[in-house]
DNA sequence: CCGGTTCATGTAACCGGTAACATACGACGC
DNA sequence: GCGTCGTATGTTACCGGTTACATGAACCGG
């Protein structure tokens, strides 16, 4: 009553000021604040920590919220608490990749974490990686996960420089950056060596993509099947990652014209594997009798092959539930487990071996 | 001279005020601006608009930047100008997916806009691309892609409350939300169906996926082929959206159980085609003489199998620029094309039919 | 009935930038 | 010599939230 009225009369007054600046239009904490009555502290904290305010607040707020649609700013919300709650993977490549279970493992994991996975595709080229890496720091990510270890050093030096946590997936190095979810592509190489070797197998031959840990498991596969020392007379087919179903057929045709007696075909995919099997098939030449067949990934379609396709399995969904796991653990200040899990492989056998 | 010596002698001082605030521990604009011995103001202008500063702060500037490893906080930034640079895509899932063009697409086109792209997954399940788009919608993305039309109610009103720009792609309806670039799943079933009479089929079967669109094609395909009354006794196998290769062996099998006398199958998607392809070899039933065999997708694998499938045929990667176009023609205020755009399809016509 | 808690809410500062407007200064034309 | 304009930089407010701390009322035991 004995207060001036003015205050009263003109409580909100959003632009009152002489600077006019586009508000973005949408419905903002200060809206819903003088749309309750409260201060926008409050609303925050009926949102954020609702154990906090009293119950009457919190229902009006609530009503609030549902009747002008408000979607809280991330952007600002991030900025303010210098919490993201957004995580970056960065993948080479979608098609047809082994990466896709990681990709889901992770979106689903990290979305009940209360995180959302941000995609990258630096493509299989190293030099993009490096160019997308600031847009990425930029965003100020709670995390980043990375597939396969990134090489170019001023790369890995700008991500220790951050300070934002990093998971490398699907590889495994020394030194990591940061935590580390992989396997020794060396051991896949080696495992599909021996392995042939037991079969009897004398005169393999390898079709491989190009991409580094690809050709990774083609020369441990070539050093293992000479025993140490690297056999030359191996022929290697090389394709451009990602390679594709045409490759493989191609491949073998290829392998065929000139090494018509090799008995066994290693694939760094399992794509070409099903397009080595095919252009098999074509030919009558009789799979595992004639010549063996082994490919890598355990993708979805390696056990409805003709015949069913023995393959190097990596547990994708593991990889990517791990690297969430650790990575939430990390932001969140939880002791974690190790920071450096190999989680292995292991052979799949089935027929065309 | 004259001045009180005590605001000269303690000019920065970031964390004089008695509320300690933990900071982000990076080098900011403040920090640059401080060494280079300007104001914030002029180090963003050096950084953003670099013709309006003098040469000589340009270079101090960029001095600064490198000695310090300066990378800026684009969530601010985006706070500030209420232009994200961001744009989000959601896709149903990544795994084998046609739309893996499109995100290529996307990603390079929107790139070279220098705006990046998030993918979101959401999986085919409908009520779970509603959870996301409040996620989304709250990162103030500067453009949203969707796959397919989305049908919630709920979902398409908010988003067009939020007034983001947004493409529909990969789908054609009488009122997008915004924009659309997409084309008829009706007619491709269509055409399938009138081109497999032409070719003389009389009792074809259909293999779907069971996702909205693929039942879409069914349902054309069904209806063109009775001339208008749905036929009810062509043999048509569901399975479950993403489709695989095994899928298709299990279905034709099944098919070849209850109705021996098939002569063609429309496959839902090409790697369900190259499943019965398998399963058809299998059997020794040649394609296409006994049986014709068509897909949807040529996918890169469908020149390759044996027989070369025919399929309907999507240009993803012109729906990925064309989105890519119009959404950051509009972002920009340029006067855009058509708002819709029906890129169509077009039947290969390969050896399996 | 008083000091100490607890609960609910408020105030001011701050996150790291950008927008809008203001100003200092030199060049230029007449 | 003076008004005008352009250039380089500064000042202030603001984007939309969150954090640290303060305050006021209700509650509570002694």
């Known amino acids: 009553m004995s207060k001036p009225p003015?205050?009263?009369l003109a409580p909100v007054e959003r632009s009152a000021s002489r600077r006019a600046r586009k508000?973005?239009?949408r419905v903002t904490l200060s809206d819903l604040a003088a749309l309750v009555g409260v201060t926008k502290v409050t609303v925050s904290r009926a949102l954020n920590t609702p154990e906090l305010v009293s119950v009457d607040t919190l229902e009006r707020v609530q009503a609030a919220v549902r009747q002008t649609g408000y979607t809280p700013d991330l952007i600002a919300g991030s900025l303010a608490s210098?919490?993201?709650?957004?995580?970056?993977?960065?993948i080479p490549a979608m098609a047809g990749?082994?990466?896709?279970?990681?990709?889901g493992a992770l979106t689903t994991e990290l979305a009940a974490a209360g995180y959302q996975l941000?995609?990258?595709q630096s493509g299989y080229d190293e030099s993009r990686e490096d160019?997308?890496?600031d847009a990425v720091i930029g965003r100020r990510p709670a995390g980043i996960v990375l597939t396969g270890v990134i090489h170019s050093q001023s790369a890995r030096q700008k991500l220790r420089a951050c300070g934002i946590p990093v998971v490398e997936t699907w590889d495994l190095t020394r030194e990591p950056i940061d935590m580390l979810v992989g396997f020794s592509h060396e051991n896949v190489g080696r495992a599909?060596?021996?392995?042939?070797k037991t079969r009897g197998v004398r005169r393999p031959a390898v079709v491989t993509p190009s991409d580094r840990r690809a050709q990774a498991r083609t020369k441990a596969f070539l050093k293992a099947f000479g025993n140490g020392k690297a056999i030359s007379s191996i022929p290697v087919v090389t394709v451009e990652s990602p390679a594709n179903l045409g490759d493989g057929r191609r491949a073998l045709r290829g392998l065929l014209d000139t090494h018509a007696d090799i008995d066994a075909v290693f694939c760094g995919a399992d794509i070409l594997a099903l397009g080595v099997l095919m252009e098999a098939e074509y030919r009558d030449i009789s799979v595992p009798e004639k010549l063996r067949v082994i490919g890598y990934g355990d993708l979805n379609f390696a056990k409805d092959t003709t015949p069913p396709l023995s393959t190097m399995r990596v547990d994708g969904t593991r990889i990517g539930t791990l690297a969430a796991t650790?990575?939430?653990?990390?932001?969140?200040?939880?002791a974690g487990s190790e920071p450096i899990v190999d989680v292995g492989f292991s052979l799949i056998e089935r027929e065309s071996t």
Chains 1, 2 share one sequence.
């Open 118 to 120: 941000l995609i990258g």
């Open 131 to 133: 160019a997308l890496l």
């Open 326 to 334: 650790m990575l939430v653990d990390r932001i969140e200040n939880r």
């Open 82 to 90: 210098t919490r993201s709650h957004l995580i970056v993977a960065l």
């Open 192 to 196: 599909a060596a021996d392995f042939l």
């Open 6 to 8: 003015t205050t009263l």
């Open 97 to 103: 990749s082994v990466f896709q279970e990681t990709v």
């Open 23 to 25: 508000n973005s239009g």
